[in-house]
């Protein structure tokens, strides 16, 4: 009885761990983008792009190591592009984001009809050119830790080890101070001679980056492949994981680990004969993050300067 | 003695020569010179908008001159930006400070200029370290760990002027340091700046602050719309002299007021319980009357309830109990509207936050409580021409300037903001005037000005109740006074008898009750 509580625990936190991973490294886009004082709803499209560029890299170059960095890279374009239109221009930024999101999935679906013979579903990545699975087979057969660890992808520990980097990043390093201070309070910081443009524009790229990863972390790693369905809405919830996480990687990191754990729950639930239809179920993880949000946002503060554009007063 | 010989023997450390700075066709600055000298306190006077924030964003790198020259220590500069004006050891404490507020009081001083052991790693031992080490050598005391969203607006602004002298600051400009300041504090910012310069600090100091002047600086240069008028020692002027040069004309400092007897009592506040946002109770079973023909001061020093005694009574917060009555009505609880209806005005303490919507235009702002009503809108649409014929009306009676109804909120200088404010309120004819803070940051011309409006209410036998933080408007304006303290009044005195001394005591909580 114990062991088979024991088992289905374990199941339970594996599959949490391995469908928080791809929200962990877009939160943590999240996270920089905010904290720099720009709004960035657009991870949803550059997750999509990343989970693309990761797949279509993956099946035809065969490392996912490099897949997983063009995924990074073609995520970073269209936060340049976030940056350009926001930070530059003073842009809207829910009304780019927005743009991005449907930018995104577009260009995917474009250069999927051209690469893969008119089809909106790349071809699958064979498994061995997957992401690799460091702990694969070292843990006794049978054993609670092989049952979480033996199949977990190298994205999970990396995104684990990001998580640290960016709070060493925000929190213990002078570029992180100064992020922060831009995020809060930009003209202060001007004040200081501490450039805001430079800052932002690197925060926001950064931030296409990681969601460009956690795409990937998806197509590379969860599944082998990429469709059009294949995001739907997780870039959301990282968004929604960033503010719940009270804009904090730690925070973040929590919050991606209660969202993917009820996508784990779902897909757990989804093995027995319930009297719920399976719809119902995979509504879940959505439901709690409603609930999460109705619950908590209220309680956290967003950096002060959070989506308001920054322009210097007229000094001619 | 004179200028000139007064600072004869002295070290010029800023020359500021021929200063001309343009915003389109407005001339903020017309040629304007400014020594500074080593060790000594410049103030700068002026009326709001009088261009004195503006040469100091130029010294400061803040904003471009459109013509002129700057030498520092004798060197030709091009200060383009603040870090160069750092560079040359000038630092700026703005009057909206520059602070991050959920950072540590050391992380904001070493922002820009972070200690750092390997790779940009933050060293904050060495931070902490230099920091308790200037704040020492200066006597500014701040708790290096605290967060600036936890202390004091005078704290704050030591970590402000502390920022600067880490910085190696030789100069610091102080943009109207005690605008946010209490009486006790503005005495230990004066004492602050008698440390720095007998270190050898060099101070400008802008202000339109005259007693203030008066005590803490050596030079002061007096500015009127965008020209230098004159450069003096403060200690051989007097403050009517410093006031008329700055407005332009004879000012008078003493409020112009007969005799008059109050009339019946009008509003009167009973027993009444009010909770702040962090739901304590902040006034506490207060009780207060105004009668017709008076102005009611009520002093007290800022934290003692005022702010949630006002809300209430406007009817911007909720009352626990108790009771307040005007014509002998209940208004205890009521929206904001049926409050003005009964026939209650408010010039709020933020004017910019609650008294006016900034991105509206003079016209609307005047019609903000009136514009459902005849003949502002007919059949709920708008009329713009009957509007402006009333902004235009007030524009012309009060003095509003520029005198254009389609002007912007925000482009009005704080004084013309206010007008607009008094011009709306005193025009809806009410009953009971609550004048909050009425003349904070304003100049001498538009304290005149609000003083004025408000003893005409009283001499039109209207109740008039002014909340201030300012002991002498309060004793100045008023006909009693009422000192408030932790939210129940500690004491009425007519306004003839009181004593500073005494006055001053009860709002700190001592003397009879």
Not at chain 2, 99 to 125: C, D, H, W, Y
Not at chain 2, 280 to 293: E, M, P, Y
Not at chain 2, 336 to 351: L, S, T, V
Request: proline share 3%; with cysteine.
């Amino acid at each position: 009885m114990i062991d088979t509580i024991l088992t289905n625990l374990a199941m339970i936190i594996a599959t949490t761990l391995m469908y928080s991973t791809p929200l962990v490294f877009t939160s943590l886009g999240g996270v920089i983008s905010e904290n720099s004082g720009v709004i960035n709803i657009g991870l949803e499209g550059m997750m999509v792009i990343g989970a693309f560029i990761g797949a279509a890299l993956g099946y035809f170059i065969g490392n996912p190591w490099l897949a997983f960095i063009g995924a990074g890279v073609a995520g970073g374009l269209f936060g340049l592009l976030h940056a350009f239109a926001c930070v530059t221009f003073g842009a809207n930024q829910i009304v780019s984001g927005i743009a991005i999101n449907f930018l995104g999935p577009g260009i995917a679906l474009f250069l999927s009809r051209i690469f893969f013979e008119g089809a909106t579903m790349t071809k699958s990545i064979s498994l061995d050119n997957k992401m690799p699975r460091p702990l694969n087979g070292i843990f006794p057969e049978g054993s609670l830790l092989n049952i979480i660890f033996d199949n977990q992808y190298a994205t999970v520990y990396l995104a684990l080890i990001m998580v640290f980097l960016f709070w060493f990043f925000l929190y213990k390093t002078k570029y992180g101070l100064r992020l922060i201070s831009v995020g809060e309070h930009p003209t202060a910081a001007d004040t200081l001679g501490i450039n805001v443009m430079k800052i932002r524009y690197f925060a926001v790229i950064m931030s296409g980056v990681f969601a460009g990863f956690g795409g990937a972390a998806m197509s590379l790693a969860i599944v082998s492949n990429f469709r059009p369905t294949l995001i739907s809405g997780h870039g959301f919830i990282a968004l929604a994981a960033m503010i719940f996480g009270k804009w904090k990687p730690q925070g973040a990191l929590l919050a991606c680990l209660l969202f993917g754990g009820s996508q784990g729950l779902a897909v757990f639930l989804g093995q027995f004969d319930f009297e719920i239809s399976s719809q119902l179920i995979s509504m879940l993880p959505y439901v709690i993050t409603i609930v999460v949000l109705i619950g908590f946002v209220g309680k956290s503060a967003a950096p002060s300067a959070d989506g308001i554009p920054y322009e210097k007063e007229h000094k001619n | 003695m004179g200028y000139k010989n007064a600072t004869r023997s002295l070290t010029k450390v800023i020359e500021m020569k021929n200063i001309t700075k343009k915003f389109g066709d407005f001339v903020a600055l017309d040629s304007v010179n400014l020594d500074i000298f080593k060790g000594k306190v410049h103030a700068l006077l002026g009326e709001n908008g009088a261009g004195k924030s503006t040469l100091m964003n130029i010294l400061y790198g803040l904003y471009y001159s459109t013509s002129g020259e700057i030498f520092i220590n004798g060197e030709k500069v091009n200060i383009t930006n603040p870090n160069i004006a750092i560079e040359h050891g000038i630092g700026m404490v703005h009057q909206h400070f520059m602070l991050i507020k959920p950072f540590t009081v050391a992380q904001n001083i070493i922002l820009g200029r972070e200690p750092i052991s390997k790779m940009s790693v933050l060293n904050m031992k060495k931070a902490l370290k230099d920091v308790k080490e200037i704040s020492e050598r200066y006597g500014l005391y701040v708790d290096p760990n605290a967060k600036i969203e936890d202390i004091s607006v005078s704290m704050q602004q030591r970590v402000e002027i502390l920022k600067a002298l880490y910085r190696g600051a030789e100069i610091l400009i102080l943009d109207e340091p005690t605008a946010v300041l209490t009486p006790q504090e503005i005495i230990e910012l004066i004492q602050i700046i008698k440390n720095l310069t007998k270190e050898g600090k060099s101070i400008i100091l802008i202000s339109h602050k005259l007693k203030e002047i008066k005590e803490a600086a050596d030079f002061c240069m007096i500015i009127r719309r965008g020209k230098h008028i004159d450069t003096v020692v403060v200690s051989e002027t007097t403050e009517e002299e410093l006031a008329s040069k700055m407005v332009g004309r004879e000012v008078s400092f003493v409020v112009d007021k007969k005799d008059k007897k109050a009339g019946d009592e009008i509003f009167s506040i009973k027993d009444l319980v009010v909770k702040d946002n962090r739901n304590i109770i902040t006034v506490d079973k207060l009780n207060l009357s105004v009668k017709k023909g008076e102005i009611l001061g009520l002093a007290g020093i800022d934290g003692n309830g005022q702010t949630e005694l006002l809300e209430a009574i406007t009817g911007l917060r909720k009352i626990e109990s108790g009771e307040i009555k005007i014509n002998g009505n209940d208004i205890t609880n009521k929206t904001p509207f049926q409050i003005i209806n009964n026939k209650i005005a408010h010039i709020p303490e933020d004017r910019q936050k609650r008294g006016l919507v900034l991105d509206f235009d003079i016209s609307e702002n005047t019609i903000l409580e009136n514009y459902y009503k005849k003949p502002f809108s007919k059949k709920g649409i708008l009329q713009y021409n009957n509007i402006n014929v009333y902004a235009n009306e007030l524009i012309d009676k009060f003095d509003i300037r520029p005198k254009k109804a389609s002007k912007m909120a925000r482009t009005l200088s704080g004084g013309n903001q206010q007008k607009v404010i008094v011009a709306r309120e005193i025009t809806n004819d009410p009953d009971l005037l609550i004048a909050a803070q009425p003349t904070r940051g304003l100049d001498v011309g538009a304290i005149e000005f609000v003083h004025k409006s408000l003893i005409e209410q009283r001499d039109n036998e209207k109740a008039v109740l002014l909340i201030s933080f300012e002991l002498d408007e309060v004793m100045n304006v008023s006909d009693r006074i009422a000192v408030i303290y932790e939210g129940k009044i500690v004491g009425i005195v007519d306004a003839k008898d009181a004593e500073v001394e005494k006055l001053g005591l009860m709002m700190a909580g001592g003397g009879n009750k």
